[in-house]
């Protein structure tokens, strides 16, 4: 999965029109001080748009989270017996956590970049 940052007229687009996301979006590279917004599978869900003020609001509430937090709830056998993505918890537990903290780095600095610019981010699954 992947974020990336639009402005509110390229939302509007997107949503109105999926194969210029695709070709447009999708396909462009971040700016260089941009964080990647990759967060390969780590999260399931899906949110196609999210407006600017929703960005900016998430920013805040994942500025506020520590991973030790979510730690305290990494459960890897509920994680596999529920087929969360990727499937390896409770054989690599290890792993899975590292994975899991990667990945919630790069989804906080991803709405941070964005709430800081004003941006909206589309979601990418694929």
Request: charged share 30%; aromatic share 12%; net charge negative.
């Amino acid at each position: 999965m992947s974020f990336h940052p639009v402005g509110e007229d390229d939302l509007v687009r997107a949503r109105a029109d999926e194969q210029w996301i695709r070709d447009e979006i999708f396909e462009r590279e971040p700016a260089p001080d941009q964080p990647s917004g990759g967060v390969d599978k780590a999260w399931h869900g899906h949110l196609f748009g999210w407006s600017a003020e929703l960005v900016a609001d998430a920013a805040e509430r994942l500025g506020s989270v520590t991973f030790d937090q979510l730690d305290a709830h990494y459960d890897p056998e509920r994680m596999d017996a529920a087929s969360i993505y990727p499937g390896f918890w409770a054989r690599d537990p290890d792993d899975g956590r590292d994975y899991l903290e990667g990945n919630l780095v790069e989804l906080k600095q991803i709405f941070a970049y964005a709430a800081d610019r004003r941006s909206c981010l589309v979601q990418h699954l694929g």
